[in-house]
T-cell receptor, first 114, second 116 residues
Framework: SQQGEEDPQALSIQEGENATMNCSYK?????LQWYRQNSGRGLVHLIL?????REKHSGRLRVTLDTSKKSSSLLITASRAADTASYFC??????????????FGTGTKLQVIP | DGGITQSPKYLFRKEGQNVTLSCEQN?????MYWYRQDPGQGLRLIYY???????QKGDIAEGYSVSREKKESFPLTVTSAQKNPTAFYLC???????????????FGPGTRLTVL
């Protein structure tokens, strides 16, 4: 599997339901980030969780990080049709030069049905 | 798209031609990145630059070249050596990736390149 591999690849839910996406990775990381991409557009940063944090909230988003299992999850509560997009996790490692190496996963395509 | 512009939005090129994609940012970020995205897939890193006049190859640099003569600009040239150049190209920038610092990436709107 790749660094930063999401599952499921695609998810379809009804408006109002919660959506959970998972990300697994292989190496030690400095932090993990989640991004959103609307079709044909650039990515937008959603939330960052550091390696020493276990859970973080931002509005309707909740992110967890389990470094022992090398996995993270993104929960979107009370989903809306406007949440329809692809969601990517990105792992950030610090290289020997002290700079970040960012690796994006393959993404989860979320469809929220009105 | 947060202070990063990419142009053009759509680009068509004939096979065998070089083409340069523009990326400009006014966020005063030191680091800039180029990614390639193929349909239904994630992002793959082509080149990145942590500081002016310096850049490193990413995972799929073959057939591409970059320059970083100014802090705000990081153009990408897709050369005729790139065997399968049709893709969506995304540019991003961030503050230096210092340990413990916030280093999220800000993305441009992308350029869709089609080779005819």
């Amino acid at each position: 599997s790749q660094q930063g591999e999401e599952d499921p690849q695609a998810l379809s839910i009804q408006e109002g339901e919660n959506a959970t996406m998972n990300c697994s990775y292989k190496t030690s990381i400095n932090n993990l980030q989640w991004y959103r991409q609307n079709s044909g557009r650039g990515l937008v940063h959603l939330i960052l969780i550091r390696s020493n944090e276990r859970e973080k909230h931002s509005g309707r988003l909740r992110v967890t990080l389990d470094t022992s299992k090398k996995s993270s999850s993104l929960l979107i509560t009370a989903s809306r049709a406007a949440d329809t997009a692809s969601y990517f996790c990105a792992t950030v490692e610090m290289n020997s030069g002290g700079y970040q190496k960012v690796t994006f996963g393959t993404g989860t395509k979320l469809q929220v049905i009105p | 798209d947060g202070g990063i512009t990419q142009s053009p939005k759509y680009l068509f090129r004939k096979e065998g031609q070089n083409v340069t994609l523009s990326c400009e940012q006014n966020l005063n970020h030191d680091a800039m990145y180029w990614y390639r995205q193929d349909p239904g897939q994630g992002l793959r890193l082509i080149y990145y630059s942590q500081i002016v006049n310096d850049f490193q190859k990413g995972d799929i640099a073959e057939g591409y070249s970059v320059s970083r003569e100014k802090k705000e600009s990081f153009p990408l040239t897709v050369t005729s050596a790139q065997k399968n150049p049709t893709a969506f190209y995304l540019c991003a920038s961030s503050r230096p990736g210092l340990a413990g610092g916030r280093n999220e990436q800000f993305f441009g709107p992308g350029t869709r390149l089609t080779v005819l």
